[in-house]
């Protein structure tokens, strides 16, 4: 195979590799009734004036299915933390006992789930829509390049389409666990 080609198969296959990625990292912030320290993975905190990842600056931990507790390694910085939390939006209502910051998290209605679900779909929605614009490109780049036989791009385009099919096929599958974790009662 041409070495243009090959590159620009390999370009689009990161491309895809990296929307399967996205999405799995966006799954987790779907949280799924059990507390998990990764609920609060989106969470930043003014560190001094810039914008810090709360685990980098307090000890995340889970001592039961139902609670997360955060503790800072600097105690001015529970206010901060607290702030944190409430600007993620995440639906927790932290509790400060003045040493650590307590959160816990409610079992999850019905309505919730299917909201949950809802917001899954999308996410994976957004993971083909990267995906089919990797295929795109990668078409396009193939049409493109005028130093191969139109055979050799065909094939390119077809190899193309079959990795894009099944990288629409894994986002399905990851979809459907998700959405059967959020359903689990």
């Keep these: 195979m041409n070495e243009d080609i090959q590159f620009i198969l390999d370009t689009a296959k990161e491309a895809m590799d990296n929307a399967i990625a996205h999405l799995k990292k966006q799954f987790i912030n779907i949280r799924a009734g059990k507390a998990s320290p990764a609920m609060l993975g989106s ?9 810090t990842p709360l685990n980098q600056v307090a000890n995340v931990n889970t001592p039961d299915g139902r609670t997360i507790t ?8 529970l206010q901060e933390i607290e702030r ?14 003045g040493e650590t910051i307590i959160i816990n998290v409610p079992p999850l209605t019905e309505e ?3 909201d ?11 993971a083909k829509v990267s995906i089919r614009a990797a ?8 049409k493109k390049n005028d130093d191969v036989s139109e055979d ?7 190899d193309i389409q079959e990795m894009t099919d099944k990288y629409v096929k894994k986002v399905d599958e990851l979809f459907d666990n998700k959405e059967k974790e959020i359903m689990t009662v």
């Design 112 to 114: 919730r789930r299917k």
């Design 135 to 142: 295929r795109k490109d990668a078409m396009n780049d193939v």
């Design 84 to 97: 944190g939390i409430a600007y993620a939006n995440l639906g927790f209502n932290p509790m400060n006992n």
């Design 70 to 77: 955060v503790q800072p390694w600097e105690k001015n910085m």
């Design 43 to 51: 969470v930043m905190v003014d560190y001094y004036g810039s914008q």
């Design 152 to 158: 050799l791009k065909n094939n390119a385009e077809i």
């Design 116 to 126: 949950l679900s809802k917001q899954a779909k999308a996410e994976a929605e957004d």
